[in-house]
């Protein structure tokens, strides 16, 4: 489908979002502004089928990994452990005794450690620029928004120790001061809705004052939930199971206002979100 743009950019206005000068902001931080964790997939999908095929009933691997592809994709956005917590399920099913969700979401992070290990010490000792682990535009948006006096907040599915330290490697901490919400081991205790909410409720906001921003389903349903504008970004990731290519149309599913490929045009959107036509 072809959508009408904000003039001069390639920013799609898939529903005309209310143009109010936001206040305030919450970013997604994973596929939104930071690639340090790009092809997480890789890890999390063979994982979750080797469990699935320890089962004493199960189908062919084949079928196996679609089944992962499927809801893992569909609850990505959401705390890890959420994603666990149905493989724990699907085990029950195929007549297994699963083990702690938490179990194997610490065997997920194991595994994913391999993968961006290098990217963590590339960074670390020089030999990568912050940059190329940033999605483009990110460090130049989150000053726009900074300039303009809206406040951020960052509220990621990763584990909070995860998050604060990245935010570190990539020097976007500054930008959110302390502000930086993630997953905990007491899952309950923290989600993006929650944050959302807070955030609205803490400064009596109208809807249109907070700007959610991400590349996931869960964090521009919040956000529409609560009357914020949505801004999804359909980023590009990097797995061989070729997840999130359908990233647009979930964004359009969930409610998204606006898409972008990335955020190199964010000072552009908002701008135009603050100058609304008389």
Aim: hydrophobic letters at 40%; aromatic letters at 6%.
């Amino acid at each position: 489908m072809t959508y009408d743009s904000i003039p001069g950019t390639r920013v799609a206005i898939v529903e005309m979002p209310p143009r109010r000068k936001p206040l305030h902001a919450v970013l997604d931080m994973d596929g939104t502004l930071s690639l340090l964790r790009d092809g997480w997939q890789d890890a999390m999908v063979p994982m979750m089928v080797e469990v699935l095929e320890s089962c004493p009933t199960h189908e062919p691997r084949e079928d196996l990994e679609r089944l992962v592809i499927d809801f893992v994709d569909h609850l990505t956005g959401k705390q890890t452990i959420y994603q666990m917590l149905r493989l724990a399920e699907e085990v029950r099913a195929r007549g297994g005794v699963p083990a702690d969700p938490l179990e194997y979401k610490d065997e997920y992070h194991r595994r994913l450690s391999f993968l961006i290990a290098e990217r963590h010490r590339s960074v670390r000792d020089g030999r990568a620029s912050p940059e190329e682990f940033l999605v483009p535009g990110a460090r130049e948006f989150l000053s726009a928004l900074q300039e303009r006096g809206v406040h951020c907040y960052l509220a990621s599915g990763t584990d909070i120790e995860f998050v604060r330290e990245e935010c570190r490697l990539l020097g976007i901490d500054k930008f959110f001061d302390g502000e930086i919400h993630g997953a905990l081991r007491e899952y309950q205790r923290f989600s993006k809705e929650m944050v959302i909410r807070s955030i609205i409720e803490k400064h009596g906001l109208e809807g249109p004052e907070l700007l959610i921003v991400g590349d996931g389903f869960v964090e521009i349903v919040n956000g529409r939930e609560v009357g914020a504008t949505a801004f999804g970004l359909h980023t590009r990731e990097n797995n061989r199971y070729h997840m999130n290519a359908d990233k647009e149309s979930r964004l359009v599913r969930a409610g998204a206002h606006l898409l972008a490929p990335d955020l190199i045009e964010g000072a552009k959107v908002l701008d135009w979100l603050s100058s609304a036509p008389s």
